[in-house]
């Protein structure tokens, strides 16, 4: 559960001084996206949902509310999936490049992210991190989401060749 404000705010340097831009993502960043999701150490990666078609798809269901972080090179320095099913809201695939953690990017895209979903009438929002992602647990504790323990999570693969590829 998010119990912030809901104000962007940083860990470090400000995103002015860094010149990072977040704004909604489009299909045209998925190159970029892509390039910074293979940087990101443990990240994984399906066949056909992360593929530009299974991206785009989900860009159209779910407008505007995904972000991407640029810097002043344009390159994408961040970025995080995220929609809704009309009920709740969740978040995928949250990343910033490496260089530029810890300068309050992270936590911007989310503030942005659950923004956009309060704007639809969402009023609760997921996600999953895996347990050995201890930067990534830190980072959702330190700004106030809580893990749930009183329940488990179960899926279904209903296409089995959309396989999951973890970086190393």
Known sequence: MY???????TFGE???ENNITIRPMVSEDYEGVKALWMTIHGFGIRSIDDSFEGVNRFLKRNEGISVVALNDKNEVVGAILCGHD???GCLYHVCVREDCRLMGIGKSMVVRCMNALKNEKI???S????TQNDIGNAFWNRIGWTKREDLNYYDFTLNEANITAFNS
């Open 3 to 9: 119990r912030g404000n809901l104000q962007p705010g």
């Open 123 to 125: 009023n609760k929002v």
């Open 127 to 130: 996600l999953i991190a895996f």
């Open 86 to 88: 009309g009920r709740r």
């Open 14 to 16: 400000s995103l002015m």
